[in-house]
């Protein structure tokens, strides 16, 4: 496997580091303790797949380098990110509400790693009394195309990629 999903969901913590947040792709809340502002734990929540088209079968890729032909397969999909916002208990609901909102414009505003948000949801502020922290959770729906080649020598999937565009 490629690891395309992973490689995105770090592609969006990355994003979101750029844009002043703290951002891990995983955090088990024990560690967030250790921060001393909010920090945003990436994770991918849910995948929905639907067919791309007859067998999967996209087209035929050109190969700028080569110039070689390849099949092209993939499926239209749905990629929701949970957004897990975390606040140290000295920073107050305040930081933590502050954080969600910076995460959502983030993704409002710039999508997710190139991927269109089709809908942001933001929840409430819960404290989280035996981790000492505030938590809130954002999630974000995005639209995407999980996209592979074959390879012609092996006849396997090679190159899986997640593909999208902002408009």
Do not use: H
Request: charge should be negative.
């Amino acid at each position: 496997m490629s690891g395309a999903l992973s490689g995105w969901r770090q592609a969006v913590a990355e994003q979101l580091r750029e844009n002043g947040l703290n951002a891990v792709t995983a955090m088990e809340s024990a560690r967030a303790g250790r921060w001393r502002e909010a920090v945003v734990a990436v994770s991918l929540s849910g995948v929905v797949c639907a067919a791309g088209g007859f067998q999967d079968y996209l087209g035929v890729w050109k190969d700028p380098e080569t110039g070689k032909e390849r099949e092209l397969y993939g499926r239209e999909a749905e990629l929701t990110l949970a957004l897990d916002v975390f606040a140290p208990r000295d920073g107050g609901e305040g930081a933590c509400q502050a954080a969600a909102e910076a995460v959502t414009e983030c993704m409002v505003c710039r999508g997710a790693a190139g991927l269109a948000a089709l809908e942001v949801r933001a929840g409430r502020v819960e404290f989280l009394e035996a981790d000492g922290l505030y938590r809130e959770e954002v999630s974000c729906r995005c639209g995407a195309w999980l996209v592979a080649r074959i390879d012609d020598e092996a006849g396997a999937f090679v190159d899986f990629e997640v593909k999208g565009r902002l408009k």
